[in-house]
Structures are given as structure tokens and as C-alpha cells.
């Protein structure tokens, strides 16, 4: 019991927790906010990994811009609460307990690969996974150079589409 | 880098699970679009989780990499998505997902 | 990790953050005394000989100020927003390095807080996050003008980050590495302003509008929204709002001087001297404390000169004439770079700043024209 | 700098980037953003080039091939799309990207007029279209590193210059509804079928003989199948003189160069002048280790060349039309450097292509403008609304018959075809001087019969040159237009002046005595000087000059234009007079205007029977036999009867019907039931997805 493993523990109560607060709360500001606290306690966790970039730019583009967006929107629209009710009475507890179930298998899963497999077992030996920008620089213009690309359309794509959905049309009311 | 020393790829997993479970049970019980769109978030951020700790695991930057694709897929996601739902609050006036189930507009 | 070692860090982080607080006091006398200057008045000069009280006797005002909360209000949040706002523009300081490595009893001690190979990233993060403080303010009053205040603020910072951003990435490409240190290192030979002219004066216009000062003060322009997202704000959670916009101005410009000019680096006319930081490292920290003042001086300047820009132009001045002038900036930095790298000829770099700043006074001109396009179009 | 290297591809890509968003967007866009982005796609080729340049500058010329994609794999056939970089390709990419762009800027300025005198304007964003296409295109064959690439360039310029000579295709030159110009679009592209045949002949030897096509493969094989089998070589180089002929508009193959002239002058200059011309010599000199294995082909080559520049120097004497001149002109320059690449004086061949691209363009551009300028006089004059039963006089802005005494209404104009003329004319101390003189003296040191024959040529280039001037710019105003031609705006001008400072300094790029550009291509070209004994008068020399050959081309240029200045500058052409040439040489001068009859000799012995085979087969075996009565009464008939009787009543209705209905009518019920699964709610739609993710997981845990 090192202080790791301490701060390994607190981090996922905490990003455990944060997700249940999401699921639970009924003003979707709070859910927002929730959720940019699980974001930030996984981008502890990435650097726990030795992930420094990765864990940044979570912060930047999950936290920094992407919630802040959603927080945009929720403003915007005034939705904060909905009106109490259920169209669907049924769709509740099947869906935690489908939830539950697929809960029970991924642990079944981790506990099986835990006997069969070693790695699972315990993380190799002392990596060099501390991924400087220069080497993810050099895999992500070398050797995925054509997912980097598509990615570019993607997001061109993307900002068109949204400029076009909540684009007015002439005469039309707000 | 010793800080990982102690901490099994096991406990990351089961964080990941917890996480990506969490998030399909919002997709599922909440009717707010916004919050059900937020869940859909944290389901990839889960498997982001999963992604990194492999890739420590493994001692490769795929997993990384293969992480910074899903920020940016994500990214547009969000920016579509919520277009979407700023287009639809316009013609329904609510974000119940339980009011957007007719394909007339 | 011995004991030592956390002492260390935590002595220097309480140093900078009590630096930074009372940093903040006395720019707020630094402002108003440059600004009654700039106005032809004389400013406070009643509380200690040239005012130099002040700070402290608004400070107690402040704290015995009676602390109002709106009826409607979210109450948690409205109680954390001023918090969530402070806390970035102190932290985003930590990876600033003030000056070289000492060697004090026996130790090296450095003049940083945490030296990651990822530092301009890390404030980029931090940056981005500030926003949630005024977002959240603004929602939590449950105010009209405070909500606007917020919403305009969200936009505006998210637009003008990806300049801020882009303007990051020529000083990386000239350094070679994202860590603030090395990029102090690299500029021994040349300050980056020299060779990123426009760079520097992007992210100068862009962390203008970041840390919401005139003539980008949209969130808060009195005339519109009264004080916008700090309308309903009084007494010690007001003056934590107020702290932490002037501790994001000390911040951005010791993250400019860092980037810029040269950091804790001497003047370039005292090198190879004894006031090198090289034999004398205790002048690091001065030099730097030079460079911020009269980076601070010019953003004071601005204020007291510019008028405020109007909503819609400010947008797109950031989206169509910031962004795409820092792109090119960046293909043109590449570009050079490259070229000096192929030809084995590092005074190829000089291209960079001749092109750079010819695009920038096309930008310049064009923008002047469109303009008055449209000016003449309404006439 | 293998780096800038690898830039090698941009020079054709970049061309085809523009002319896709032109075809895009050139709807939408203005015409001057249309032709901005044209030019800029060309001009950034140019820069491109001038980078690759300086990197084979650095590099010490030593060629670089990079390669882009495999292409071909069939056996032992392997054709990868490879670009060749090396002194000789970098300075035809220079030429057609640097001469191309300068003319994309004029077209500019052209075409904005030229569409609204035609009344199409639709049609600019087009041409621009063309023209980089064009770039692309040229850029191919001179970077591809094999035969086969070069003669993907070779037939795409072909079908740009097919493309651009019909651009009006639905008109005659002077805007009359008419197939003429569709005519010579055909023409000109079946003068180049008729050459492509031999490349294409030489290329399939070439296979046959060495297995490959790549330049690097067939020249190092080169001298060993010379002496095993001399006779392939000899056969491959005379068929590529076919390719040649027919692309560089030699004898016999030149007949559609001149009719090539229908296309907007911005084309005439740029691809049937300055750059796809010379793509023939290009390939001599490209192919100069194959030639210089056999010198009978080369005299072949040199001869065809030099009787081809005499034979159209003396037509170009007797045309009429401005552009005409220039066309046959063309004709005659290239036939100096086909004789030049074909004795193997390949640098000089290659010096007269930079300086005639130089000259020639800045004259057909000039005389584009001239062009323009009478257009605009004649759009001025008051006849605008013709009166009921008289039909408008049919006027002809290019007929230097009307023109006359332009330079007061056209005077920039005037001094930019003064200069083209001096180079073409080879005048001291223009760029064509320098080059045609290393020409000459190459064909005086080896060919002296061919040097004869150039230099009669010569003289008569300064002939007609001279004609053109003082009929054009001198005298008084034969027609109304000329008195009111106005001058043409900067966009087409200031190109021009470039052109023209081209043209008075290209000879720097191979100063006697510095011999840059032999220096330059000598890191591609190595032919080595056979050691002949000269005559003490021709053994004199710097570089590539001479001062003998020099001054009796410069005196016999100058006396030329002192000639026809006293035949047509000391007493100007009056209004509807003859040409005073007409009245001592008459029956000789009547055949130059007729273009000695080679038209009407082509069309009595090939066109005529072979259009008279044509239409037996088409109307008698094709029509009558194949159609009327095989296809109608057998085919057609057993068709019907198999397809009515027998398909559709028994099998379609009877069989296919019933399974088809059946089916229907199942899915109909199926699917009804199914129906109530469709409620329209999308989170019971994720709980379905859940629900299988659990049911697999679930499985493959229990497998």
C-alpha cells in the first residue's frame, strides 16, 4: 500500500463518483460540471499512465472546449430541468439491470484473464511509454499520417454540418 | 517512472468498466438529449482509459494515438450533435428525447 | 522523492503564489496611477506617501464589505465561481522558470515549480479551463446581464484560444520542444520575438482578449451589461474576481516575456558581460520582473488608448483575420525552417520574420479595406 | 535537400488543384478570381520549379528520379509513375511553367474581351480550365522518367491543343456560324494521331528490344544492342522523327499547325508556339543517347528540319494574316532546332527553344493584341445597328491587309513587336541572335548543305518579319478599325514587358564565353564533340559562337529588313492594292499564298479516296448490309419472337411473377408483425443495442 496506490483509489472514487453524479443529477449544469471533474480526475489517471500529452490535451479539448460547449448550449437553450415524467415505464429497470448484467461480465472477464494472462496481471516491466510530443509527433505524421489527414476532413465536415443545422433560413423565426 | 509501481492495468480496467457501464446507463435512463449526449462522452472517455492503459501495458503509442483520433472524433461529434439539438429545441421546444419520436418535425 | 525535495517545491510555490497576491495589490495602484498619468490626473495619493497604501486600504474595504447573494441564485456555484476563476490564473504560472538553476546551500535549487516537456500545453489546459469561472458566475446570478456577460465571455475566449494556440506553435517549431526551459534556452542567440513578429503580436492581441481587458472587455462592458458576469458580485467573492483578472495579466505577460523575450535571459546588450545571467544567475529573476513590467505598462497602455471593439467585429476578427493570419504564420515558420535545415544555412530563419510581417501588413490592408467597404456600403 | 526534391509531384499537381476548383466553383466565381487562381496554380508550378532547380543547382546536377506510384505491372513490363529530375527536365519545366504563367496572366485580360466579343462569356472559366489542364499535362511529359510517361504528356497536350483550337467551336475565326475552327481541331489532332503512331512504334521496338521503357534502362543498354543489332536503333530513332514530325509540325506532318491558329491567341502562343511545339524536340534531345548512336538518323533529322525552316519561311512570305505569319514563322524555328537537336548540337537546340518561347510568345501575344485592339476600333466604329437588306461588311481584325499605321494607336504594342521582332529576326544583341547563331555554326561545322539551307531560312525570317512590321505598323490606316484601335489594358501588357525583357536578354543564359546553360545541361547531356578538322574561319569560337557565322547572319538579317523595307516600308500599301511582290515573281508568289498547294495535294491524294472509302463503308456494308437488313430482319426479328412468345408469356408471367408476388405478399405479413418494434423512441433503440452487446459478450465469455 504505496502512496500510488492511495492516490490511485482516491482518483477512481472520485471519477466513479463523478459519473454518478452526472447519471443522477437533475440539472444538466451540474451534470456538465460533473463531468468535467470526471474528465480532469482521467486525465490524472493519464498521467499516472506517463501519458503527459494525452492528459493535457484531455484537459484542453474535453474540459477546455468541448464541456464548455455543452454549458454553451445548455445556457443557450434554458434547459437546465425537464418536467417530471415517464413515457416509458419499463425502459428504467430493464436497463439497469442489463446494466448490472454487462457490469458482471466485465468483471468476469477481468477476473478469467487475471488467472490465464500474465501482463493483466501486473504492468510489464519499467516502460518508456513517457510519449514525448517528438515521438507522437513522428508516429502520428509517419506512420498515421492518412487517419491524421481524414481526421482534418472529418472535423471540416463536421464544422460545415453545424454551421448548416443552425443556420436560419431568411423569414424564420428563432 | 515508478508511479505506476504499485497500481495493477486490472484496477485501470475496472475503472474503465465502472465508467463505461455509467455511461450507457445514462444513454439509457435519461430523457434530458443534453445529458444523454454528455453519457455518450463519458463512454469514450472510458474506453480512452482502456486505450492508455494498454498502451502502457504493452509499451507502445498507439494506444495514445488511437486516444488523440477519438478526442477528435468526438470533438466534431459534439459539434454536430449539438447543432442538432439546438435545430430541434427550435422546432420542438424541449430536449426530451421521449417528444422526438415521430419523423415528422 | 525525499522530504527535502517537497519542501523545496512547496516553499517555492507558496513564495509564487504570495508573489502573485501581492503582485496583484500593486497592479491595481500600478493601473490607476498609469492611467491618471495617461489622463493628465495625478491618481491616489492619499493613503501613504504616493498612494502606495492604497492597495491594502481597498482591501479592507473589501473584506468588511457586506456580501450580498441573489434570492434566485444557484448557491453553491455562485459561491465557487470566484474560486474556479482564481485558482487557473495561479496555477497557470507554475511552469513559468523565474531564472536559472542556483546553487544555494549546497543544493541546485531551480526557479521553476515543474519543468514538463509538455509546459506550453499546460498552459494552454489551464487557460482553457479559466473560462469555467466567469461561465459559471455569470449562469449562477440568475441575472440577465450577468448571464450575457458569461455566454459572451465563453465565446469569446473559446474563439480566441485557437489563435493563442497557433501562436504557441512557431515558437515550438523554433525551439524544438514544447518545455519552457528550452525555449528560454534556445532564445540565448535571439530573442523569438525577432524571428516571430507577427507571432508575438498575435498572442499579444489574442491574450487580450483571453484575460477579457479593453478593448476585448465584452463580458464586462459597463454601457451593455452593467458589469456583466460580476453584476451581482460584492464584497470579498468580488475582489477574488477582480484578483484574479489582474493575476491572469501577470501571468500572461510573465508567459509572454517567457516565450518572446527571451524569459529570465539578459539583454541582449549585456551578454558576456558580469550581468549575464550566465556568471551572475541571481539576475534572472530581475530581468524578468523587467520584462513583465513593462509588458504590463503596454497593456495598460492599450486600455487606456483603444476603444471597445464592437461585438460582432470582435468575433470575426478572431475567427477570419487572427486565425487564418496565424496558419500562414505557421506554413511561413515551417516553411523557413525546413529550408534551413535542407540548406545547412541558419540565416535562412531571417525569412521568417520578412514574410511573416509582409503577410501581416497585407492582413493590415486588407482588413482596412473591407472596412471601409462596408462603411461606404451603409453610407 | 532531398527534401525539396520530393516537391517533384506539386508541379503536376498543382495545375490539376486549380482547375479543379475552377471547375468546381468557376461557376460562381468572378472572372478575375477564376483567373487568379489559374495563374497562381501555374505560377506556384513555377516557383516549385525554380526550387527544384536550386536544389539540382546544390546538388551539382546530379539528376534525382523519385517515384510516386507504381503504375503498369504486366509481366516484364514494370512502368512506375516516377518524375525525373534533372538539368533537362528542370529547364523545360521552367519554360512552360515560367512562359505559362506569364501567359495565364494575359489570358486573363484576353479572354475577358475575347468571350464578349463572342458573346459566350460562360465560356471563361473554361478556358482556364484548358490551360491548366494544358500545365499539367506538359509538366507530365517532361518529368515522367520513362517513354510511356512522356507519352501520357504527349497525348494530353495533344488533347488540350484539340480542346483549345475548337474552344469556339461552333464559329470560323471571325465569329461566323461555321464548322472551321471544329474543323482544325481535327485536323490538328489527326496530324498528331498520324506522328503518335510512329512514338508509339518506337516505343513497342523499344520494348521488344531493350524490355523496358525507362529512360535510365534503355540508354545504359543502348550502345550494347547498337553493336549487336544497328538496325533497331536506326528504327526507333526514324519512328520517334515520326512522333516528332508530327507533334513539332515538320514536314510532312506541319499541316495543322497553321489552321491551329482558330484557338484564342493566348494558345496559340502558349501551346502551339512556346511550350507543347517543342515537345518534339524535347524528345530528340531527351532521347540524344539513342540518336548520337546513329549518325544517319541524325542527318535525317537535321535535313528534315531544315528544309522544314526554309520550306515555311517561305510561306510565312506570302500569308496575309498576322497570326498566319507567326504560325508558319513557328513552323520554320522549330525546323531550326529539330536540325539543331538532330546534328546533336542538343544545347543549342534546347538554347533556341528557351529564346524562341521567350520571342515567340511575346509575338503572338503582341499580335493578340493587335487583334484585340482592331476588335475594339471596329466595335467603336458607328455601324452598330446594320440597315434592313444590307448585310454588314464581314471584317477581319487579324488581316494585316487591313491594319497599318498601328503604332500611333498602340504604341507599348508596337515597341513589345519590335523587340519580338528584332529576336526572331536575330539582330545583335537579341536572345534569338545568340541562339540561332550556335545553330548555324554547328551546321556549318558538320552539315554545310543544311547550314546553307538555314540560313536562306534565316534571311527569309527577317524578310517576313520586316513585311510584318511595316505593314502592320507603318503607312496610313487601311481600314476604319485601325484609325480607332486602342491600346490593351496593363493585365495583358505588363506580361508582355516581362516577355519582351526575356527577349532582349535570354542570350545571357548562354553568353559566349560563360556557357552557362551548356555548363547546366551538360550534367544531363554528354554527347560528345566529334572531332572533325574545321576550316582556320570556323575553328574560331567561344562557346558556341562565331564570329564569321555571326556576321554573315546578322548582315544578311539586316539586309533582309532593309529589303522589305523598300518593298513594303518606303511606299506603304494603299487601301485594296496587291501585294507588290505579286506583279515580278506572279505564279511563284500566288503558290506561297496558297502555301504551294500542300493542302489541295493532300486532299486530292489522301483525303479524297479515303473519304470516298469511307462513306462506301459506311453507307453500303454498314447501312445497307449490317443494319437494314442483318440487324432489322434477322437480329431483331428472332428477338422479338424469343423476348414475346416465349420469355414473356411463359416464363416471366407464369413463373417469375408468382415467386415475385410471393415473396411480397410474405415480407408484407413479416413485417407487420415486426412493425411494433419500430416505436419510435430512441433510447429504447440503445437499450436493443445493449441488450445484443450483452447477449454477445455474454456468449463468447461462455464459448
Known amino acids: 500500500m504505496n502512496l500510488t496506490l492511495i492516490l490511485f483509489y482516491v482518483l477512481a472514487v472520485a471519477a466513479v463518483a463523478t459519473a454518478t453524479g452526472l447519471l443522477l443529477s437533475r440539472n444538466s449544469v451540474y451534470a456538465a460540471l460533473f463531468l468535467v471533474l470526471n474528465f480532469a480526475t482521467v486525465a490524472i489517471f493519464y498521467l499516472l499512465l506517463g501519458a503527459p500529452f494525452i492528459a493535457l490535451v484531455q484537459v484542453t479539448v474535453y474540459a477546455g472546449a468541448i464541456m464548455v460547449l455543452f454549458l454553451f448550449v445548455i445556457m443557450l437553450l434554458g434547459a437546465e430541468k425537464l418536467p417530471r415524467g415517464q413515457v416509458l415505464p419499463w425502459q428504467r429497470p430493464l436497463a439497469i439491470g442489463l446494466a448490472a448484467l454487462l457490469l458482471v461480465e466485465a468483471g468476469f472477464l477481468l477476473y478469467q484473464r487475471l488467472q490465464t494472462t500474465a501482463i493483466l496481471a501486473a504492468p510489464g516491466a519499467e516502460l518508456n511509454t513517457t510519449a514525448t510530443l517528438q515521438t507522437l509527433g513522428m508516429a502520428l505524421f509517419n506512420q498515421y499520417l492518412l487517419p491524421f489527414e481524414v481526421t482534418s476532413i472529418l472535423l471540416l465536415v463536421a464544422m460545415i454540418g453545424a454551421i448548416v443545422l443552425t443556420k436560419q433560413v431568411k423569414g424564420e423565426q428563432a | 517512472m515508478g508511479v505506476l509501481g504499485g497500481i495493477p492495468l486490472s484496477g485501470f480496467l475496472a475503472v474503465s468498466a465502472i465508467l463505461f457501464t455509467m455511461g450507457a ?81 | 522523492m525525499n522530504f527535502a525535495l517537497i519542501l523545496e517545491w512547496l516553499i517555492k510555490a507558496i513564495v509564487l503564489v504570495l508573489l502573485l497576491l501581492g503582485g496583484f495589490a500593486y497592479l491595481t495602484l500600478y493601473e490607476r496611477k498609469a492611467l491618471a498619468r495617461i489622463q493628465m490626473r495625478v491618481g491616489p495619493n492619499r493613503a501613504g506617501p504616493w498612494g502606495i497604501l492604497q492597495p491594502i486600504a481597498d482591501a479592507v474595504k473589501l473584506i468588511f464589505k457586506e456580501e450580498l447573494m441573489p434570492a434566485q441564485a444557484d448557491k453553491l456555484l455562485f459561491f465557487l465561481a470566484p474560486v474556479v476563476t482564481l485558482v487557473p490564473a495561479l496555477v497557470i504560472t507554475a511552469v513559468v522558470p523565474w531564472g536559472p538553476t542556483l546553487h544555494v546551500f549546497g543544493r541546485d535549487i531551480t526557479l521553476y515549480i515543474a519543468d514538463i516537456n509538455v509546459g506550453v500545453l499546460y498552459i494552454m489546459s489551464v487557460a482553457s479551463i479559466a473560462v469555467y469561472g466567469i461561465v459559471l458566475a455569470g449562469w449562477s446570478s440568475n441575472n440577465k446581464y450577468a448571464m450575457m456577460g458569461g455566454l459572451r465571455s465563453t465565446a469569446q475566449m473559446i474563439s480566441y484560444e485557437i489563435a493563442l494556440g497557433l501562436s504557441f506553435v512557431g515558437v515550438i517549431l523554433l525551439a524544438g520542444s514544447a518545455s519552457m526551459t528550452e525555449i528560454v534556452t534556445a532564445q540565448k542567440s535571439a530573442w523569438f520575438v525577432l524571428l516571430q513578429p507577427v507571432g508575438t503580436v498575435i498572442f499579444l492581441i489574442a491574450t487580450l482578449a483571453e484575460v477579457n481587458r479593453a478593448p476585448f472587455d465584452m463580458p464586462e462592458a459597463e454601457q451593455e451589461l452593467t458589469a456583466g458576469y460580476h453584476s451581482e458580485y460584492s464584497g470579498m467573492k468580488f475582489a477574488l474576481l477582480f484578483m484574479a483578472e489582474y493575476d491572469k495579466m501577470i501571468a500572461i505577460c510573465s508567459i509572454a516575456a517567457t516565450l518572446f523575450f527571451g524569459g529570465y535571459r539578459e539583454f541582449w546588450f549585456l551578454s558576456n558581460t558580469i550581468l549575464s545571467v550566465d556568471r551572475t544567475p541571481w539576475l534572472g529573476p530581475i530581468y524578468i520582473f523587467i520584462k513583465i513590467f513593462v509588458l504590463l505598462f503596454g497593456m495598460i497602455w492599450v486600455r487606456a488608448t483603444f476603444p471597445r471593439i464592437r461585438y460582432d467585429r470582435l468575433m470575426a476578427f478572431g475567427w477570419k483575420v487572427m486565425l487564418p493570419l496565424s496558419l500562414a504564420l505557421i506554413f511561413i515558420t515551417a516553411t523557413f525552417i525546413l529550408l534551413a535545415q535542407q540548406l545547412n544555412n541558419n540565416l535562412l530563419l531571417a525569412g521568417i520574420p520578412v514574410v511573416s510581417l509582409l503577410v501581416g501588413l497585407a492582413a493590415i490592408v486588407l482588413v482596412n479595406r473591407m472596412l471601409r467597404r462596408k462603411e461606404y456600403a451603409r453610407a | 535537400m532531398d527534401t525539396l526534391f520530393s516537391l517533384v509531384p506539386l508541379i503536376v499537381f498543382l495545375p490539376v488543384l486549380g482547375l479543379l476548383i475552377n471547375i468546381a466553383f468557376g461557376g460562381k466565381m468572378g472572372e478575375k478570381a477564376i483567373g487568379t487562381v489559374a495563374s497562381a496554380a501555374s505560377g506556384l508550378a513555377f516557383v516549385v520549379s525554380v526550387l527544384l532547380g536550386v536544389a539540382l543547382w546544390a546538388g551539382g546536377g546530379a539528376e534525382h528520379v523519385v517515384p510516386l506510384a507504381e503504375w503498369i505491372r504486366i509481366g516484364t513490363l514494370n512502368i512506375p509513375w516516377t518524375f525525373r529530375v534533372d538539368t533537362l527536365s528542370v529547364t523545360m519545366m521552367l ?163 497553321p489552321d491551329a491558329m482558330a484557338g484564342p491567341t493566348p494558345v496559340s502562343a502558349l501551346i502551339h508556339a512556346a511550350t507543347m511545339v517543342t515537345a518534339g524536340v524535347y524528345l530528340v534531345a531527351r532521347s540524344w543517347p539513342l540518336y548520337s548512336l546513329v549518325p544517319n538518323a541524325q542527318f535525317i533529322v537535321a535535313l528534315v528540319g531544315a528544309v522544314t525552316a526554309l520550306f515555311a519561311a517561305t510561306i510565312a512570305a506570302g500569308q496575309y494574316d498576322i497570326k498566319k505569319v507567326l504560325a508558319y514563322s513557328t513552323i520554320s524555328q522549330l525546323g531550326f532546332m529539330v536540325a539543331a537537336v538532330g546534328m546533336g548540337a542538343y544545347v543549342a537546340g534546347m538554347f533556341h527553344l528557351i529564346t524562341h518561347a521567350f520571342f515567340k510568345a511575346l509575338l503572338f501575344l503582341s499580335a493578340g493584341s493587335v487583334i484585340l485592339g482592331m476588335e475594339r476600333g471596329h466595335h467603336h466604329l458607328p455601324h452598330h445597328e446594320p440597315e434592313a437588306g444590307h448585310t454588314e461588311e464581314l471584317f477581319d481584325p487579324g488581316d494585316m491587309r487591313n491594319m497599318g499605321g498601328l503604332r500611333k494607336q498602340m504604341p507599348v504594342t508596337f515597341w513589345l513587336y519590335i523587340f519580338g521582332t528584332l529576336a526572331l529576326a536575330g539582330i545583335f544583341p537579341f536572345a534569338g541572335f545568340w541562339s540561332k547563331d550556335e545553330i548555324l555554326l554547328d551546321a556549318a561545322r558538320k552539315f554545310p548543305a543544311i547550314y546553307i539551307l538555314l540560313t536562306i531560312a534565316a534571311f527569309l525570317t527577317a524578310f517576313y518579319m520586316g513585311r510584318q512590321i511595316w505593314m502592320v505598323f507603318y503607312g496610313k490606316p487601311r481600314h476604319a478599325a485601325a484609325e480607332h484601335a486602342q491600346e490593351s489594358p496593363k493585365v495583358m501588357t505588363v506580361p508582355l514587358m516581362v516577355l519582351a525583357a526575356l527577349s532582349l536578354l535570354g542570350g545571357l543564359l548562354n553568353f559566349p564565353g560563360i556557357d552557362t546553360l551548356t555548363n547546366w545541361l551538360g550534367h544531363t547531356i554528354e554527347a560528345a564533340e566529334g572531332e572533325v578538322a574545321l576550316p582556320a574561319w570556323l575553328a574560331v569560337s567561344w562557346g558556341g559562337f562565331n564570329p564569321w557565322t555571326a556576321l554573315i547572319s546578322l548582315g544578311l538579317a539586316l539586309l533582309a529588313i532593309y529589303i522589305s523595307w523598300l518593298i513594303y516600308g518606303r511606299k506603304p500599301l494603299e487601301n485594296g492594292q496587291k501585294d507588290p511582290l505579286k506583279q515580278p515573281f506572279g505564279f511563284i508568289f500566288t503558290a506561297l499564298e496558297r502555301k504551294w498547294y500542300v493542302d489541295e495535294i493532300y486532299a486530292a491524294v489522301i483525303l479524297n479516296p479515303y473519304v470516298a472509302i469511307s462513306r462506301f463503308l459506311a453507307d453500303v456494308i454498314d447501312w445497307r448490309f449490317w443494319h437494314d437488313w442483318f440487324h432489322e430482319k434477322v437480329i431483331a426479328g428472332t428477338y422479338n419472337f424469343v423476348s414475346k412468345t416465349v420469355l414473356d408469356l411463359r416464363i416471366d408471367q407464369q413463373f417469375i411473377d408468382a415467386i415475385a408476388n410471393g415473396l411480397g405478399n410474405l415480407t408484407r405479413r413479416v413485417s407487420g408483425s415486426l412493425r411494433r418494434l419500430q416505436n419510435g423512441f430512441v433510447r429504447s433503440y440503445a437499450l436493443a443495442v445493449l441488450f445484443g452487446v450483452v447477449i454477445i459478450l455474454g456468449y463468447l465469455l461462455l464459448k
Not at chain 4, 475548337?166 to 471571325?174: A, I, N, R, S
Open chain 2, 25 to 105: 446507463l445514462g444513454v439509457l435512463i435519461r430523457r434530458n438529449a443534453i445529458i444523454i449526449f454528455m453519457s455518450v462522452e463519458l463512454m469514450l472517455n472510458a474506453a480512452n482509459l482502456a486505450f492508455v492503459a494498454f498502451a502502457r501495458a504493452y509499451n507502445v503509442l498507439n494506444g495514445q494515438l488511437f486516444v488523440f483520433f477519438v478526442m477528435t472524433v468526438s470533438a466534431a461529434e459534439v459539434a454536430v450533435g449539438l447543432a442538432l439539438i439546438v435545430a430541434i429545441f427550435r422546432s420542438k421546444h424541449s430536449i426530451d428525447v421521449d417528444q422526438m419520436s415521430s419523423l415528422k418535425g
Open chain 4, 95 to 257: 519554360v512552360v511553367s515560367g512562359v505559362g504563367t506569364l501567359i495565364h496572366i494575359y489570358a486573363i485580360g484576353y479572354m475577358h474581351e475575347d468571350v464578349r466579343f463572342k458573346n459566350d462569356v460562360g465560356r471563361y472559366a473554361r478556358f482556364f480550365v484548358f490551360l491548366n489542364l494544358f500545365i499539367a499535362m506538359m509538366m507530365i511529359l517532361v518529368s515522367g522518367d520513362s517513354y510511356l510517361m512522356l507519352f501520357v504528356g504527349w497525348e494530353g497536350v495533344g488533347l488540350c491543343s484539340f480542346l483549345l483550337i475548337g474552344f469556339w467551336y461552333e464559329m470560323d475565326t471571325l465569329g461566323r456560324p461555321s464548322w472551321a475552327n471544329s474543323n482544325a481541331a481535327k485536323k490538328a489532332m489527326i496530324a498528331n494521331r498520324i506522328g503518335d503512331f510512329g512514338f508509339l512504334l518506337a516505343a513497342f521496338t523499344m520494348f521488344w528490344a531493350f524490355g523496358s521503357l525507362q529512360f535510365g534502362e534503355v540508354f545504359g543498354k543502348a550502345s550494347q544492342i547498337a553493336a549487336a543489332t544497328p538496325g533497331v536503333i536506326l528504327f526507333i530513332t526514324l519512328f520517334l522523327l515520326v512522333g516528332v514530325a508530327g507533334k513539332s509540325a515538320q514536314i510532312p506532318l506541319y499541316v495543322w499547325l
